[in-house]
């Protein structure tokens, strides 16, 4: 996917500025406006479906919108705004104060996902970009309809972030995104992910074995203990039953 520098369809190639096992991302022009194009390998082009399929029709602040749908050589892909910010990771090492307002905001973007029976499947820091300090949720390629899941043995997304029933070969659900983003915020806080090793190890753990409390890294953080207790439950029924209920409990802490 050679394309830096050309135009192709009308769509000008300025430079790539991210690539993945699927699919490459680049800075392009079209119709005199600049945009993040990502554009899908052959094999790939469902993903690509996916992503327009999802993301075109989502309008909230805390979520970044496809455009368009294109097709280059062979190679779908997505036309969306360009959004030049950091990745929420890039905020770990960032106080308390900072950071929860990140957070809500991606929670508040996971609410209205989910009130459109959408499930992203694939929460970790690096799909969340934030920009004049709002969270933008990007990266629907992976997304599914809620009434569409199976319970197909198959794991896709970031290990680390992986709930336990999605370990255990369970299809993913609204809860699942929600532990994910509780991943995020126990890194936040402690420095450290729940579970590090091996696959196999990290895979053994989020299956069998309980965070660490984030007390146990700053007894500062003892207020956050029963909140994120739940939220990292194994079974699914025992965590935050949505993204409202997750926000409402942060923010009475």
């Not at 399929?53 to 779908?76: M, S, T, W, Y």
């Not at 990745?87 to 990140?102: C, G, I, Q, R, V």
């Not at 197909?152 to 369970?170: M, N, R, W």
């Amino acid at each position: 996917m050679n394309f830096v520098g050309k135009r192709l369809e009308g769509i000008g190639f300025l430079q790539e500025i991210a690539r993945g096992v699927r699919s490459k991302i680049f800075l392009v022009s079209y119709q005199e406006k600049i945009f993040a194009a990502k554009f899908f390998m052959p094999e790939f082009y469902a993903f690509a479906e996916r992503e327009y399929q999802f993301g075109h029709r989502l309008r909230h602040p805390n979520i970044n919108q496809i455009c368009q749908k294109v097709e280059v050589q062979d190679h779908a892909g997505v036309l969306m705004p360009f959004i030049p910010g950091k990745k929420l990771n890039d905020y770990y090492s960032a106080s308390p104060e900072t950071f929860l307002p990140l957070f809500l905001g991606l929670l508040e973007g996971l609410k209205y996902l989910h009130e459109q029976d959408i499930i992203h499947r694939d929460i970790k820091p690096e799909n969340v970009i934030v920009v004049n300090g709002v969270p933008k949720l990007i990266d629907f390629d992976l997304a599914k309809q809620a009434s569409q899941l199976d319970s197909k043995k198959t794991l896709v997304g970031t290990i680390a972030y992986f709930s336990p029933e999605v370990v255990q070969g369970q299809e993913a659900s609204k809860t699942s995104d929600l532990y994910s983003a509780a991943v995020i915020l126990y890194r936040a806080l402690t420095g450290e992910v729940p579970f590090t090793g091996t696959l196999e190890e990290v895979m053994h753990a989020q299956e069998h074995t309980k965070p660490a409390l984030p007390s146990s890294f700053h007894p500062e953080l003892k207020a956050y203990d029963e909140l994120l207790r739940r939220a990292l439950a194994k079974n699914p029924l025992e965590r935050f039953p949505s993204a409202a209920a997750f926000i409402g409990a942060l923010k009475a802490l």
